[in-house]
């Protein structure tokens, strides 16, 4: 696919509203080199909205390959692209979505770079799903301090855990602190992005990552999801 020469990280969260496409935009501000961004969101890509850029409509070249759109320090592709502007994806199912984000992968003729970041839809489904498995990214997922955002923490370990996807960390939003909740977990704490516009988002970078789904990892997630009070388990496992 081409697109492995890079660093890859994807920001992944099955519960919507914690930040995760505003924290993409501001850590890929903050990264040293050239940055190709990748919108996947097909609940709602607005990546490019959040960096300020307009709307585009990718040129289709010879072999049937797209020129992404270029930002100061790189080149975006979004499905927001293959609408008009401020148009409604058509996204019937889910067997639809995962088709055509694997058509569009191979298709994205991006020119060389030090980063790729992917913004993903906020759920646990079939396309995420295709788009981990393809393309083996480090993750990065988020909390907030209420309850329904670690539960939604939970589920995304227990999501990433099938796949045994590799996992940068937990990074926490808008003041929290996610060190005690990661610790539980068995995962890494990423920082704090203090409360505040624009977003402070912390060098992450010399984090190492590491495959999720070992059986010791898996228990250990499960009893500090229990200690925790957390329903996702219960209502995944049953």
């Excluded at 994806?89 to 979505?97: A, F, I, K, T």
């Excluded at 992917?118 to 759920?123: E, F, G, L």
């Excluded at 996992?167 to 977990?185: H, I, K, T």
């Amino acid at each position: 696919m081409g697109l492995r020469e890079f660093r890859q990280f994807a920001f992944v969260s099955a519960k919507g509203g914690v930040g995760k496409t505003t924290l993409l935009a501001a850590f890929a501000r903050r990264l040293p080199g050239r940055i190709a961004l990748l919108d996947l969101d097909f609940s709602n890509p607005v990546l490019n909205i959040a960096l300020g850029l307009d709307h585009y409509r990718p040129q289709e070249i010879k072999g049937g390959r797209f020129l992404p759109m270029p930002w100061e320090k790189g080149e975006l592709m979004s499905l927001a692209f293959f609408t008009a502007p401020g148009g409604i994806l058509r996204q019937p199912n889910s067997d639809y979505r995962t088709a055509f984000i694997q058509d569009l992968l191979p298709r994205i003729a991006w020119s060389p770079y030090d980063w790729l970041l992917i913004d993903t839809a906020p759920s646990i489904s079939q396309e995420n799903e295709a788009i981990l498995k393809d393309l083996d990214p480090e993750i990065i997922t988020l909390a907030q301090g209420d309850p329904l955002s670690q539960e939604g923490v939970v589920r995304t370990l227990l999501f990433l855990g099938v796949l045994k996807s590799k996992l940068m960390g937990l990074l926490g939003n808008r003041g929290f602190d996610p060190g005690s909740l990661a610790e539980e977990l068995g995962v890494a704490s990423l920082g704090c992005v203090p409360e505040g516009l624009p977003a402070r988002v912390p060098d992450f970078t010399q984090h190492k990552s590491f495959r999720l789904g070992q059986p010791s990892w898996s228990d250990k997630l499960r009893r500090g999801a229990v200690k925790l009070g957390l329903k996702a388990l219960v209502e995944l496992d049953g």
